[in-house]
């Protein structure tokens, strides 16, 4: 009677600490973060391959990834010990999209213990762990299974079962409160794009994980991206296990084009599909491969994209990306991660199937594409002097052509993740808007409108450059092979400058002779340089073109130097 009135104290324990969990949907564990630093690849002297040896971690572990400070690139591996004592296969770390240098995190499914190889010695090296599945200590593994005991039976009382529902006419996508997002709020509102194409990605993890597994994987991975990448949000839009099931991963809405962390210079044209498991020797299941292809299928046709044939876009850069800024680039509709950035994503096993993707999602996908509405964007000057506006207007339509009348619409600029609003407006009752934009750099600028029924339409990108405003001044007549001060100013600050000197020839016209670079302090330049002959000379200064900037140009001074030999 004793074990019996102990047992059922626990149980209704563990009832009330379950409650507030069921009310608030299914139950997820705490997650718990902690790092590791491995001071002994820093003693380890000379160079080449290194290897850890056996490393206990803190505490139980589900996830972990790397980061160190040198090399810049390196190429790991990782076995983990379960906790029942068997070592994992080595496992290859995919190299890290977190902006340094590291390894993306594997899945461990609650390790105590791990090993490295690194074909280089790193400097600085930590390891990052996640634990999603509330096993972190001896504690948390007892209060958990109270939890999950009790969560199941208040569900069963309840009549609470839960099933994911995707979207009308989509697959069903797990939501995020389903998989515990609340842990792992974004950091901040989502921002939204353009779906002209999707990528499918792996995201390295072991593929010996059950069907229960998967959603703590994914609360897993959101945590590391966010907290130790610092990214906004899980950076995937899409995750789906070798079990055919689809999360939802970033936030902002599945049927939203909302920009990811997940193809470097083209998220804000694509929607991004990781594959939990690693697919460089090992084939996905047809389960997952299925519901690939149905939910790009849905997706592609919901945006106005097809699933089949090549589109054309414009690489935004970066230094994961295959081609550099501005260069037009050609991918087939459903692409593999490897296709746009330098990376073996999404393995060459997964690779080899997305023939078989494209194939069953052009007979999911929808007969005919249905019109959205569209919102247009121009600039009556695309390049610009410094501080010049830029004057910007455009269209907004229904799906039925029909001009969107007052409807909110904002201006946004490109960043390095995402795009940010910096204008607001409301159409006329002809669809029409204008508004100027002040700008000091260059920037790729789109329109959002808001539609009336919700959900919003997305111009096609357009570039404004900026030309910085230069000022050059110098002294008009000078001797010789003597030095003369030129000094001036520009705007913004952060631009490189040059100075170029061209000299009259005896055909009257002026040849460059020389180009002296300019140091450029709190928006000032002066430097002293000689002109060597007796000459009518041409100074100027010109700006390089750059991410920020146009090449601009200063007027020109002409300088009369005496006294020397012509």
Not at 315 to 328: D, H, L
Not at 370 to 391: G, K
Request: proline share 7%; glycine share 10%; aromatic share 6%.
């Amino acid at each position: 009677m004793r074990r019996l009135a102990v047992a059922l104290a626990l149980l209704g324990l563990a009832v009330l600490l379950a409650a507030p969990a069921l009310a608030g949907g299914p139950f997820v564990p705490r997650v718990v973060e902690f790092a590791q630093t491995l001071p002994g690849a820093d003693r380890t002297p000379g160079a080449g391959a290194w290897r850890s040896g056996v490393v206990r971690a803190p505490k139980r572990f589900d996830l972990v990834g790397l980061t160190w400070r040198a090399p810049r690139e390196a190429h790991a591996r990782i076995r983990v010990r379960s906790s029942d004592g068997r070592w994992s296969p080595w496992t290859a770390m995919a190299e890290t999209h977190g902006g340094g240098a590291g390894a993306e995190p594997v899945w461990a499914g609650g390790a105590d213990a791990y090993e490295l190889r690194l074909d280089r010695r790193p400097r600085g090296l930590r390891a990052h762990f996640v634990n999603a599945t509330g096993t972190a200590t001896r504690a948390a593994r007892v209060a958990t299974a109270l939890r999950r005991v009790a969560h199941g039976a208040l569900a069963a009382i309840a009549g609470t079962a839960a099933r994911a529902q995707g979207a009308t006419g989509a697959p069903a996508i797990v939501p995020r409160e389903a998989w515990g997002a609340g842990q792992c709020p974004p950091r901040t509102a989502p921002s939204y794009g353009q779906v002209q194409l999707g990528f499918v990605h792996h995201t390295v993890d072991a593929n010996t994980y059950g069907p229960q597994d998967s959603a703590a994987m994914v609360l897993a991975i959101c945590r590391y991206h966010r907290n130790t990448n610092g990214w906004n949000d899980v950076g995937y839009n899409f995750l789906v296990d070798r079990y055919g099931q689809i999360f939802e991963g970033r936030a902002g809405g599945v049927d939203q084009p909302v920009i990811g962390a997940q193809a470097q210079g083209y998220n804000g044209i694509s929607t991004g599909v990781a594959n939990i498991g690693t697919f460089t020797r090992e084939r996905q299941t047809p389960e997952a491969v299925r519901a690939t292809a149905h939910l790009l299928a849905w997706k592609l046709p919901l945006h106005g994209a097809p699933v089949d044939g090549l589109v054309t876009v414009t690489s935004a850069g970066g230094p994961s990306n295959r081609y550099p800024v501005g260069t037009a680039v050609t991918f087939e509709r459903i692409a593999g991660h490897r296709d746009a950035d330098a990376t073996a994503c999404p393995g060459d096993a997964l690779f080899a199937e997305l023939p078989e993707i494209r194939r069953q999602a052009a007979a999911l996908a929808p007969a005919a594409i249905v019109p959205r509405a569209s919102v247009s964007i121009a600039v009556a000057d695309p390049t610009l002097d410094f501080p010049q506006p830029a004057l910007l207007s455009g269209q907004a339509a229904d799906a039925a052509g029909i001009a969107l009348a007052s409807a909110p619409l904002s201006v946004q600029v490109a960043t390095r993740t995402g795009f940010l609003t910096r204008a607001r407006t409301t159409t006329g009752a002809d669809g029409g808007w204008s508004l100027t934009l002040p700008t000091q750099v260059s920037r790729t600028l789109r329109a959002v409108v808001q539609l009336p029924g919700g959900g919003t339409a997305s111009s096609p990108r357009i570039g404004v450059q900026v030309a910085p405003s230069i000022r050059l001044r110098a002294p008009r007549r000078v001797r010789a092979r003597r030095p003369l001060l030129v000094s001036g100013s520009v705007r913004p600050r952060r631009v490189r400058l040059r100075l170029e000197i061209a000299r009259q020839g005896r055909d009257r016209r002026m040849h460059v002779v020389a180009r002296v670079p300019l140091r450029v302090r709190n928006g000032r330049f002066a430097a002293r340089p000689r002109l060597r002959r007796a000459a009518l000379h041409r100074l100027r200064v010109v700006s390089l073109a750059d991410a920020r900037n146009a090449a601009g140009r200063s007027g020109d001074v002409l300088v009369r130097a005496t006294g020397g030999r012509r």
